[in-house]
């Protein structure tokens, strides 16, 4: 390498100055002059080639030692997540939670296990809070509502394993996630992203609602008596079948929504927007309408007697409240803001005068 360095600065010079020359002649001071220009040059443009060859030559190192580390992270992050998977099956309720925790802290730094620790999840609330109830200890079917304590005491790493569901969700691709035929009685879903999730079949009796975004979610033949679904967006979701008796629906987002032969009995819908919503076959009977936005909504076959309105609700065009048994009465005026929606999940529930 010196060599041909040597003979680069040394003897090419020379070479190149004699060349330029073509067989003529300059005096020995300004030959002299030219070759050293020349050397310069080729001095200059050597430093060039290190310095590039030096800074490729530390990316290179860079990325062999970035490689490194991604292998490093990736492993112990591999070794996190078996960690906490062998936690989940735990006999000792805290060491199952850490384990939920664990999975949530991954799933928020590591975009490759994302889907993964959701789909882990909601496996997680479905094996453990199947419905109907199949283990020992757990509140029967028809027990009443009033003897069921709220799902976070009696069930504290599903209640935390939906709440992670519920947050995680926001980035899920894709969309749909399957947590149906489950036991989510007096449960705590305040604030949580349900868009798009499939509930069918699951029983949220008395759960806490509330602000919730279940856009496109599928209830169908769920059981959502006494639920407070209060402010909540239930936009073109699907509770066909479902028996909603006692749901709160105040202020609810209700458009396109299809409830489809539910039964809304006693149900509260003051406020809600029900724009395009479908009820056909539904039963409304003693259902609170008032302020309600019905327009462009499928009243087909659905029961109103006895079914509360007021001046401010807005009808299908055409559609004869009168004739289909509506009570007209006051408005109750501006409905307040649940200020402490969490306490739906404890409340004592009255009895169903349709039951």
């Not at 860079?62 to 996190?80: K, Y």
């Amino acid at each position: 390498m010196l060599v041909v360095l040597g003979v680069v600065l040394l003897v090419l010079p020379g070479l190149v100055v004699d060349h330029d020359l073509a067989g003529g002649h300059l005096a020995a001071a300004d030959r002299l002059s030219a070759v050293n220009n020349v050397r310069a040059t080729l001095l200059q443009a050597v430093g060039g080639a290190v310095v590039l060859f030096g800074a490729y030559a530390t990316w290179r190192q860079l990325r062999v030692s970035q490689d490194g580390l991604n292998a490093t992270r990736e492993g112990h992050i591999t070794d996190r997540f078996s960690q906490a998977v062998d936690q989940l099956g735990s006999d000792k309720l805290d060491v199952r939670i850490g384990g939920i925790y664990a999975l949530w802290r991954i799933a928020d730094h590591s975009v490759r296990d994302h889907e993964a620790v959701v789909s882990i999840m909601a496996a997680y609330v479905r094996t453990h809070l199947p419905w109907p109830p199949q283990e020992p200890g757990f509140p029967a079917a028809d027990a009443s509502i009033n003897s069921v304590r709220p799902l976070e005491t009696r069930a504290a790493d599903a209640q935390t394993a939906l709440t992670c569901l519920g947050v995680l969700c926001q980035e899920r691709r894709p969309e749909w996630l399957n947590i149906s035929l489950t036991d989510l009685r007096r449960a705590d879903c305040d604030g949580l992203w349900l868009h798009g999730v499939n509930l069918d079949g699951s029983c949220l009796e008395a759960a806490s609602v509330f602000r919730v975004n279940l856009s496109k979610a599928s209830l169908i033949a769920a059981n959502l008596r006494h639920a407070e679904f209060g402010t909540s967006i239930l936009h073109q979701v699907r509770c066909i079948e479902a028996d909603l008796r006692g749901a709160r629906l105040v202020k609810a987002d209700l458009r396109d929504a299809d409830f489809s032969r539910a039964d809304l009995r006693e149900a509260n819908l003051r406020k809600a927007r029900a724009i395009d919503a479908v009820f056909a076959g539904a039963d409304l009977r003693m259902a609170d309408l008032r302020g309600c936005d019905l327009s462009g909504a499928d009243l087909r076959q659905a029961k109103l007697e006895n079914a509360l309105a007021s001046d401010l609700t807005i009808w299908p065009n055409g559609f004869d409240a009168q004739t289909a048994g509506v009570v007209v009465t006051a408005d109750p005026g501006a409905e307040p803001d649940n200020l402490l929606p969490a306490a739906a999940i404890t409340r004592q529930v009255p009895p169903l005068q349709s039951a």
